[in-house]
């Protein structure tokens, strides 16, 4: 394929509510690169030393996603030398150098495959080349292995001892990738680059940000929707530790020297607020949903044929109403960030799923220019999207240049999840109507969302195989922040989605994989309207799920299954339940993804497992109430994140179809909620039409 | 009144609120960063550290009840990382995120000194004490059971 150097430039990443992603493809001309100052660096990717040091760098913050290990491994497998060979560093945002330098979306891999295949690809050749202008051959007849280029006639050459030399060529016009029967490390089982710092306790995460004179601050934040009247400083000021006590944006900051004086002192603080409207509360919120519900100001987000002359031809029709609530992210990592303000510079370092934004909301907040900032990339103890609000980034910034010292703002647990970005609150209202031979023929869908934008993915399946379809959204706005939560929107719909295709099946008297198989058949053949996804592949996850899961065949075992799409990935899941002393419990989930390409096996099984144990857990009992503002509740104790005991056996499998990898870090989650509600009702005839379930 | 502590084998003396909780202390005075903060309300199990090689919550430890204490972090439990858990949790590909996992690591050492050889139940039970936001869990508990095999019977 046809390749130039390129000049990595950072396009635009700009985030809509759903974060949809803009990026371009820029080629550069010359055969320079910016980043020329360190020895053997030959790209924004890799260096290689003379002493044949092999160095990968990593541009995209890790999450636990595992993006650290994977990206490295495509540049390794492209360059060809031994995994044992290489060491892999975070690399800083570097808006010079990389493009995409972000983490959300489930989106990296899918993006950057070309670029890290060509960053390590066209290195090899250059290596290729360096050593047969030295053997006098032609670099046709050198070959490639484990870091070494071999010759013709037995000659071997070290990556290292040519780097020097290969460093002067031009960078190959084209390159030739590896086949992928000849993979080495793309799809084995690759352990994280960083077990060893997380093993033995190295201070990786933002928390553990350490910089000469810094001092500690924590940040009461209003109630949602209200305004900070007056605040009493002075009785705060006097305890030990203390060093300041200032205000800005309605909140109050206790700036100290050790975390635990500022815990002390905040139980002296007393702050009142006011508002001008009411503030809400659960009643507040359910309110809003039945009003929704009723509104005639719908955004029509899809229309095929005539689903109000096809609901009443209908020899069936079965109607549904599904809800979730507020939930927070809560990673265990709390939030947290350092800033130092100073004039001229600014330094800020900490967990961000999204450094560049970061960069310029704190640019354009204290009115001084980008490339006065710089950001370190901290690990981060989990994000599921709370970290692509960087409100904690701008909170630390402002701090820091008020008391025009270092500091580090650190949430507590309450503070975490009492001022969340949070999965915003749904309700759906499902209908269906079937005709007299069990078929689909009208299917309405309206999502009512507090802030949470379009709350229905109108192009998705089962939309392309019903003729007569209406999705609609209301979106009520809110003072109770919300923002992305793993697999946005999805991560609830899929849920409400799956459990009413499964209600259909069950009053069209079809098996509920069959009917998705014979709708997919219809969407190959004559789709309505636009899609989204490939049938095949859809269809694909949909057999081998049935087939690895034993479906309909495991006397005892009461079996739900559901399919969805999303991040370009598909996932099919059947949940098994087995009755425990008159207790449904969930045994077993059996998951097959088509992503692609898989990089790391490992990875991409952690992937799975954890979305499937994510899903299962915030389905079954994760909800935030809210009382005049404020919500409850505030800690672990009461609100119950799932444990080690409680999760079923799951069994990954992939799809072998070397199609350029897509998004993993989410897709797994969506079907979740969907296969265990069915599977539950499966075996109890009850289903669960909010969540949490319990 | 100065509190002297006995972290990882050495004697830390610390001037500060003897009320000040061992988690805070580690992190704030004597820079031992490992153990991490989850909760504060000894919930999740992130800052497990051992005392008298007990797993134990330091987010809630006052250091007052601990000054005649053998204290051991994720730092002290084998710096190399070649305790059979560290081992373990590296073989297997345990971490996600990894922030929980010192916390675990901890609590899965010291279940394995009292139990070398927990059976999978006991496994299940002795781990549901903490938390892994990321959902590591399965790997955990084969993690327990593959370091269970290291050690010698």
Request: glycine share 8%; aromatic share 8%; proline share 5%.
């Amino acid at each position: 394929m046809k390749t130039t150097r390129r000049n990595f430039i950072q396009q635009t990443a700009l985030f809509t509510s759903v974060f949809t992603l803009g990026f371009d493809w820029f080629e550069s001309k010359g055969a320079e690169m910016a980043i020329a100052n360190e020895p053997g660096r030959f790209n924004a990717f890799l260096s290689i030393d003379a002493l044949g040091k092999i160095r990968l760098y990593s541009p995209n913050p890790e999450i636990g996603q595992g993006i650290k290990t994977a990206f490295p491994v495509v540049v390794a497998e492209e360059l060809d030398v031994d995994w044992k060979q290489v060491e892999v560093l975070q690399a800083n945002l570097d808006t010079q150098n990389f493009e995409r330098q972000l983490t959300g979306g489930s989106g990296a891999l899918k993006h950057s495959w070309e670029r890290l295949r060509k960053a390590g690809a066209s290195v090899r050749q250059m290596m290729v080349q360096a050593a047969a202008n030295q053997w006098k051959v032609d670099a046709n007849v050198c070959k490639t292995s484990k870091g070494f280029v071999l010759g013709p006639s037995g000659q071997k050459a070290s990556y290292g001892s040519l780097a020097a030399e290969a460093a002067k060529l031009p960078v190959p016009a084209t390159v030739t990738f590896k086949d992928r029967k000849d993979y080495k490390i793309i799809g084995t089982r690759v352990r994280g680059v960083d077990n060893k710092s997380i093993v033995t306790g190295k201070p990786v995460f933002g928390i553990d940000v350490r910089k000469p004179g810094m001092v500690f601050a924590q940040i009461v934040r209003p109630p949602f929707g209200a305004t900070l009247k007056s605040f009493s400083a002075e009785d705060v000021k006097k305890m030990p530790g203390i060093i300041d006590v200032v205000s800005f944006k309605n909140k109050v900051a206790i700036v100290g020297s050790s975390t635990y004086e500022i815990l002390q002192a905040r139980q002296n603080l007393t702050c009142s607020y006011t508002s001008e409207a009411a503030l809400e509360s659960n009643d507040t919120h359910q309110a809003w949903f039945d009003a929704g519900m009723k509104s005639d100001k719908a955004t029509v987000q899809r229309k095929d044929g005539d689903f109000a002359k096809a609901i009443s031809e209908a020899a069936k029709v079965i109607e549904a109403t599904y809800e979730c609530p507020f939930i927070s992210h809560s990673p265990m990592e709390p939030m947290n960030f350092f800033a130092d303000v100073k004039p001229g510079s600014v330094l800020l370092a900490g967990p961000t799923q999204v450094p560049q934004p970061a960069q310029k909301a704190v640019a354009t907040l204290l009115g001084v220019p980008e490339n006065t900032i710089q950001v370190e990339l901290t690990k981060m103890g989990g994000g599921f999207g709370r970290r692509l609000s960087n409100d904690f980034a701008l909170e630390a910034a402002e701090l820091s240049s008020i008391i025009k010292k270092p500091v580090l703002v650190m949430w507590t647990r309450e503070d975490d999840m009492g001022g969340g970005t949070y999965r915003p609150a749904v309700r759906y209202h499902f209908k269906a109507g079937i005709d007299a031979k069990g078929n689909l023929t009208a299917f309405y869908l309206r999502g009512v969302g507090l802030n949470a934008g379009n709350s229905t993915r109108q192009d998705n399946f089962p939309v392309g195989a019903i003729d007569n379809v209406l999705i609609e959204s209301v979106d009520q706005k809110s003072a109770v922040t919300t923002g992305p939560w793993r697999a946005p929107i999805t991560n609830f719909l899929g849920f409400a989605e799956q459990a009413f295709l499964d209600e259909v099946a069950e009053a069209a008297g079809k098996d509920p994989i069959q009917m998705r198989l014979d709708m997919l058949t219809r969407v190959k053949t004559n789709p309505v309207g636009k899609i989204t996804y490939e049938p095949d592949r859809f269809a694909e996850v949909i057999k081998q799920v049935a087939e690895k899961s034993q479906w309909k065949k495991k006397p005892g075992v009461h079996q739900g299954f559901s399919v969805y799409y999303s991040h370009f990935s598909y996932v099919a899941q059947v949940a098994e339940v087995q009755m425990k002393n008159g207790k449904a419990q969930v045994t077993q989930v059996t998951a097959v993804t088509d992503c692609g390409e898989v990089i790391n096996l490992s990875g991409a099984e952690n992937q799975v497992k954890g979305a499937i144990i994510d899903g299962m857990g915030h389905a079954m009992f994760a909800k935030l109430n809210f009382q005049a503002g404020v919500t409850s509740p505030t800690n672990f104790n009461a609100y119950r994140m799932i444990r080690g005991n409680e999760v079923p056996k799951i069994d990954a499998y992939f799809v072998d179809n070397g199609i350029s990898p897509t998004g993993l870090g989410e897709p797994a989650l969506p079907p979740t909620g969907g296969s265990i509600a069915n599977a539950i009702y499966a075996a109890t005839k009850k289903r669960f039409y909010k969540q949490p379930f319990y | 009144m100065a509190i002297t502590l006995t972290i990882n084998r050495k004697k830390v003396s610390l001037d500060i609120d003897s009320n000040t909780p061992l988690l805070w202390a580690l992190r704030d005075h004597v820079g031992l960063l490992g153990t991490k903060f989850g909760c504060g309300i000894a919930q999740c199990g992130a800052c497990t550290v051992w005392v008298n090689g007990e797993a134990t919550r330091s987010c809630v430890l006052p250091i007052s009840a601990v000054a005649n204490a053998q204290i051991t972090t994720i730092e002290g439990l084998n710096p190399a990382g070649k305790h059979p858990i560290q081992e373990a949790w590296d073989e297997l590909d345990v971490a996600q995120c990894g922030y929980c996992q010192a916390g675990q690591i901890m609590t899965a050492a010291a279940l394995l000194k009292k139990n070398p050889h927990p059976s999978k139940q006991e496994i299940v039970d002795g781990m549901a004490g903490n938390i892994c936001r990321c959902g590591t869990y399965h790997r955990i508990q084969e993690a327990v059971a593959l370091a269970s095999k290291k050690v010698k019977k």
